[in-house]
C-alpha cells in the first residue's frame, strides 16, 4: 500500500525543510480550521474518532495491515508487539469513552460548543463553554507512539489545527495515524501536520513556536526546559516530564491459582512496548512472607518472559543497546558470584530478557527492553524508603493487593506522590479518561470562558 506524500513527513529523506516551509504550514493549518474544523460539532467528532478506532481493529484494514507488515523494520517492535499495541489503544477509542471524558475534565458535555452549567453553577447563575487553540504544536519523545496518537485525538476533539513535530525516525505510526484520517475525512485531515526533524533544530522550531498559541510535549527535563524557555509569554505549555513506574506485589497475592495470572500480568507490563514506555515497571518490589518467596517469583517471572520470547519476539535491537545490556548483565554476575541473594536471569543466547533479583530495597533504572529487577521487601514502607530517590519522577504503580488492604495501600501510594495506581497488566494501558501526571487531559488544552448571569 503506498501512500501519497500529503504531510512533511512524508518527503524523502533528503527533502530540506526550511522556516518559511514550516511558516506557510502553519499558516495553512489555521485556514483549513477556520474551513473544515470548526464548523464540525464535538459530537460528529467523537462519531469520526469511533469509526477511526473501529476501522484499525479489523484485521483487514490496510493501514492495520500495513503497520504490522512493515512495522518491525520501522520501528523495531515486532508484528505480535504492535498488535497488542493497536488493539490497547484503539479498542477505547469510542463515543462514549469520548464523552465521558469531555464530561470529566470540562465539567459538562456540551461545552465545547455552547455556554452550559454543572448543578452547583446552575444555583450560582453560571455557566461556562471553552474554546480549543488555534494551532497546538505537539513534541512527543521515543518511538511508542501512543502519546503521539492521544494528542492528536484531543486536538480534534477540541477542534485546534494541530502540527506534529517528531524526533528524526519516529514519525512512522503518526504518519500511518494521519493517513487513516485523510482516507476516512481529507479535509478534517488538512488541519493536521506531520513532520520530523533533529531535535533542536533552532530555526524549524523557533517558527512552529512562534504561531502555535498551545505547545504540549513529552522528554526530558532538558529538553522541556529548552521548549520552555524559547516559548512566548502568551504561549500555553503543557509538559510531560520523564516519568518511571514500578509494580508492588502483597505477600498474600503469592498462593493459590492466582499466581500464574499475577505473573502473567506483570510480564504483560514489561512486553508491552518492549518496556520502553514510562508506564512499564523498571522494578517489581516483592513482599517476603508469601507462599512463594520473592526469588521465587522472579523465577516465574523468567519464565513467562521466556515463554513470551516464543509467542511475542522483543526483535532487534541497536548493537549498542545490546552491548549495554550485555555489560549491565555482567555486573549482576560478578554481584551473584558473591551475594547468595542476587540471582540473575538470562535470555539463553540472546538479550531478548533478563530478570534480576536481589534484596537492595533501592530504586534502580531497568536498561528497558524486556530488562526487570525483582526486589525482596519486607513491606510497603521499606520499598517507598527504597524508590525515595525518585518519588517526584513516579508516574504510575502497578499495585497487586487482597482485597481489604487495597483502599489503605493505595492512600499510602497517592500520599507518598504516585499519581496513577492500578492492578499488573495494565500499567501500560491507561484508560481514555486517565489523568496523565495527575492532571486533566482536555482540560489543560483550552480556554475556559465563565458567564455570569
Not at 474544523?37 to 490496510?62: C, F, I, K, M, V
Not at 517489581?284 to 520473592?294: D, F, N, T
Not at 495527575?438 to 475556559?448: E, I, K, M, Q
Request: proline share 7%.
Amino acid at each position: 500500500m503506498s501512500r501519497p506524500n500529503y504531510f512533511l513527513a512524508d518527503l524523502p529523506g533528503d527533502a530540506v525543510l526550511s522556516p518559511a516551509i514550516i511558516e506557510e504550514a502553519c499558516q495553512t493549518l489555521k485556514r483549513n480550521r477556520e474551513k473544515y474544523l470548526l464548523p464540525q460539532s464535538p459530537a460528529r467528532l467523537a462519531r469520526l474518532l469511533h469509526t477511526l478506532g473501529e476501522n484499525w481493529l479489523q484485521p483487514d484494514y490496510p493501514f492495520r495491515l500495513q503497520a504490522l507488515e512493515q512495522g518491525a523494520q520501522q520501528t523495531g517492535f515486532g508484528g505480535p508487539t504492535l498488535a497488542r499495541g493497536l488493539d490497547a489503544f484503539f479498542s477505547q477509542l469510542t463515543e462514549e469513552n469520548l464523552s465521558h471524558l469531555v464530561t470529566q475534565d470540562l465539567g459538562h458535555g456540551q461545552r465545547l460548543e455552547t455556554f452550559a452549567s454543572s448543578a452547583v453553577e446552575t444555583l450560582a447563575r453560571r455557566g461556562a463553554r471553552v474554546r480549543g487553540a488555534e494551532l497546538m504544536a505537539h513534541f512527543p519523545a521515543g518511538k511508542v507512539p501512543n502519546p503521539a496518537w492521544m494528542s492528536m485525538v484531543l486536538g480534534l476533539l477540541t477542534r485546534s489545527a494541530q502540527f506534529l513535530k517528531c524526533d528524526s525516525g519516529a514519525s512512522w505510526l503518526p504518519r500511518l495515524f494521519a493517513h487513516s484520517l485523510y482516507d476516512l475525512e481529507p479535509k478534517l485531515a488538512a488541519c493536521l501536520e506531520v513532520a520530523e526533524w533533529p531535535g533542536g533544530t533552532l530555526p524549524l522550531e523557533e517558527v512552529l513556536l512562534r504561531e502555535a498559541d498551545c505547545v504540549t510535549a513529552t522528554g526530558s527535563d532538558e529538553a522541556l526546559a529548552a521548549i520552555r524557555h524559547r516559548l512566548p509569554p502568551r504561549t500555553r505549555f503543557v509538559a510531560h516530564g520523564h516519568r518511571v513506574s514500578f509494580a508492588y506485589v502483597c505477600a498474600e497475592c503469592l498462593a493459590g491459582y492466582g499466581v500464574r495470572k499475577l505473573v502473567a500480568s506483570v510480564v504483560d507490563d514489561v512486553v508491552a512496548w518492549n518496556q520502553l514506555g514510562w508506564l512499564s515497571p523498571h522494578v517489581v518490589y516483592v513482599e517476603r512472607g508469601g507462599a512463594l518467596s520473592p526469588v521465587e517469583f522472579a523465577a516465574r517471572v523468567a519464565g513467562e518472559l521466556e515463554l513470551r520470547e516464543r509467542q511475542e519476539p522483543r526483535g532487534a535491537v541497536p548493537p549498542e543497546t545490546s552491548a549495554s545490556i550485555a555489560s549491565r548483565r555482567a555486573f549482576y554476575e560478578v554481584r551473584a558470584a558473591h551475594w547468595p541473594e542476587t540471582r540473575l536471569w538470562p535470555s539463553p543466547g540472546s538479550t531478548a530478557w533478563t530478570v534480576v533479583h536481589d534484596v537492595d530495597p533501592r530504586f534502580e533504572f531497568s536498561c528497558q527492553h524486556r530488562f526487570v529487577h525483582v526486589k525482596a521487601v519486607q513491606d510497603l514502607t521499606e520499598a517507598l524508603q527504597g524508590a525515595d530517590a525518585i518519588r517526584h519522577q513516579v508516574s504510575t504503580v502497578g499495585l497487586a493487593a487482597p482485597f481489604g488492604k487495597l483502599e489503605e495501600m493505595a492512600g499510602r501510594l497517592a500520599d507518598w506522590g504516585a499519581s496513577r495506581i492500578c492492578p499488573p497488566g495494565r500499567m501500560q494501558t491507561p484508560p481514555l479518561g486517565g489523568r496523565h501526571d495527575g492532571r486533566p487531559a482536555l482540560a489543560d488544552l483550552v480556554t475556559f470562558i465563565d458567564w455570569e448571569q
